[in-house]
């Protein structure tokens, strides 16, 4: 069923049995940087919380696509840090010791109350580290995460008229569709409480309403649904019902529609408090907010990519199968 599979992938899967849930790990080496090597092990550590995400949606074959394309990408996040960490350590760079110790006692604060007896033992227990070898990982993670600081989010601008030209070329990735914040009395037709009266309930609400009373007031007193408490407010909404929107296309935002609408199972009594057209919004400093987020984001990546790529050049990587990259 494999045989499709690239070597990579098979050993990352390890091996399957007739379920897809019976998927386990051997300790196989599945990549090497100089004289660092990475093990299905550690591809286990970093993705098994997220393969348990997968396991509460899928099953069958494609649980095990999505498996095996999560450890492919757990294993190069892998390989990318110890590129990274090499590049450091050729540099001859160090992490300042005060940085190590904050990160430290940030850690035994969140985990322990600050207890650093306590933190010992269950670092000991459940993770079968020592203090030292954790603070060599604390100390191995700043050093990456400050050189891609350096080399990757170091000196990102983007400029205003960066957003401007973005806008222009990809205004309609922001269209916004046409949406409704309406509120409802509802009455239940079957098994509500006024089963025996619901014609004399809805004669009385309608009356209020002509008469000027607050449509949320009533909303509280009649309605039996969702947020009546609230003044039967529905929050913002696109997907309406057909009926109820052939009714919201012929108002306009605060007004109360009438009569009541029969929708089958519910009565209904609808008021609207806003309505928002949708289309192309304005650039607005919150949009360009968002579109500036965006940019430095795709910077970032075409920088990162360019980083990895010069040093996978630099420290070429030995995969199990011979291939490098």
């Not at 940087?33 to 494609?62: C, M, N, P, W």
């Not at 609400?205 to 039996?224: M, N, T, V």
């Amino acid at each position: 069923m494999f045989k499709k599979l690239s070597i990579a992938c098979a050993v990352l899967l390890a091996a399957v049995t007739a379920r897809a849930e019976d998927m386990y790990y051997s300790d196989a080496v599945l990549a090497q940087i100089d004289d660092q090597v990475i093990t299905s092990y550690e591809v286990k550590q970093h993705a098994e919380k997220h393969e348990a995400a997968l396991r509460q949606q899928f099953k069958g074959q494609e649980l095990v696509d999505k498996i095996v394309a999560l450890r492919k990408q757990v294993l190069d996040t892998l390989i990318e840090r110890e590129l990274i960490y090499m590049e450091f350590k050729n540099m001859k760079a160090t992490v300042p010791p005060f940085l190590i110790q904050e990160r430290l006692d940030d850690l035994i604060m969140s985990t322990s109350g600050g207890d650093i007896r306590e933190f010992e033992n269950t670092l000991n227990i459940r993770e079968k580290m020592t203090m030292s070898e954790l603070k060599d990982k604390i100390s191995k993670d700043i050093a990456i995460e400050l050189l891609k600081q350096n080399r990757v989010t170091k000196g990102i601008l983007i400029a205003d008229s960066d957003i401007d030209d973005y806008y222009k070329h990809n205004a309609t990735d922001f269209i916004r569709p046409r949406s409704f914040r309406y509120s409802v009395i509802q009455i239940k037709k079957n098994g509500g409480r006024y089963a025996d009266k619901i014609k004399e309930v809805c004669d009385t609400i309608a009356k209020k309403l002509a008469d000027g009373e607050p449509f949320d007031e009533l909303a509280k007193k009649y309605s039996e649904g969702a947020n009546a408490e609230n003044g039967g407010d529905q929050g913002w909404m696109v997907r309406v019902n057909e009926q109820l929107l052939e009714v919201i296309n012929k108002m306009e935002p605060g007004q109360t529609w009438p009569k009541p609408i029969d929708l089958g199972y519910n009565i209904y009594f609808l008021h609207i408090n806003e309505i928002d057209g949708g289309g192309i919004p304005e650039l607005t400093p919150e949009l360009r907010k968002t579109i500036k987020e965006k940019l430095s984001k795709l910077e970032e990546k075409k920088k990162y990519d360019a980083f990895i790529k010069e040093l996978s050049m630099k420290y070429p990587v030995k995969r199990m199968n011979g291939l490098k990259y």
